[in-house]
């Protein structure tokens, strides 16, 4: 069974650029996640979608960020203009259904350096 | 709000039983422990959680005291491919509870 899939691993921009990073869950999953982990910290919950609904949203920065999932499938998480604190790794994860018991499948992860 | 209170680095010799201890002395009565790795370059990944009796799965066992404040985790027998940080977290039965990472321990396994 394939894992939560990302792309791109890894992405250079330049301060004020756009950048968007993609997501696919595992097949059936309900939920999904988008994590940002700065370097030497845990992973902290950007947002979280059941199906297509995004049900928590509170730590995402609205201002630049921003995503979807369309389809309640895959996702796209976009930051616009990227600024140099955004660098960080963005993990995004899945998991059956919301339940405390569902375990939380991450994927490998995009680190994002903003020049 | 860091719920959970780990050390920063251990180290452990190959083949040998690695013990990580997490201390979470405000859990309440509907609040589970789970443990998570995560590999260089790689995502966390699941390893155990608990409520209050000890677990043990194929990754390891998760031994929590009877007062719950507390709790370690056993990898028995290390092997290089465990050095990882592991991360100890609190998290309620509620569906809308997040995963909330603390720092982690950094556990190397020593050849």
């Known amino acids: 069974e394939a894992g939560v899939v990302q792309s791109p691993r890894y992405k250079i921009i330049e301060k004020k650029q756009p950048v968007a990073f993609w997501c696919n869950p595992i097949?059936?999953?309900?939920?999904l996640y988008w994590y940002r982990q700065n370097l030497g910290q845990g992973p902290e919950l950007l947002i979280r979608y059941e199906n297509e609904e995004a049900v928590d949203d509170s730590q995402l920065p609205k201002d630049r960020f921003s995503a979807e999932r369309l389809k309640g499938v895959d996702s796209t998480l976009k930051i616009q203009p990227a600024e140099l604190g955004d660098s960080a790794v963005y993990l995004c994860?899945?998991?059956?259904?919301?339940?405390?018991?569902?375990?939380?499948?991450f994927g490998p992860g995009t680190r994002l350096t903003v020049l | 709000d860091a719920k959970t209170t780990q050390p920063p680095s251990m180290d452990c010799a190959e083949g040998r039983a690695a013990n990580l201890p997490c201390n979470h002395s405000?859990?309440?009565?509907?609040?589970?422990v789970y443990w998570y790795r995560q590999i260089h370059s790689q995502g966390p990944q699941y390893i155990i959680h608990?409520?209050?009796n000890n677990e043990t799965n194929e990754m390891a066992s998760l031994i929590i005291t009877e007062d719950r404040k507390s709790s370690t985790l056993i990898l028995p027998h290390a092997t290089l491919r465990d050095t990882a940080v592991y991360y100890c977290?609190?998290?309620?039965?509620?569906?809308?509870?997040?995963?909330?990472f603390g720092t982690g321990t950094r556990l190397t396994i020593i050849p």
């Open positions: 608990g409520l209050k």
């Open positions: 405000t859990i309440s009565g509907n609040e589970y």
């Open positions: 994860a899945s998991s059956l259904d919301a339940d405390s018991f569902d375990t939380q499948y």
């Open positions: 977290i609190v998290r309620g039965l509620f569906g809308n509870e997040k995963l909330t």
């Open positions: 097949s059936g999953h309900n939920t």
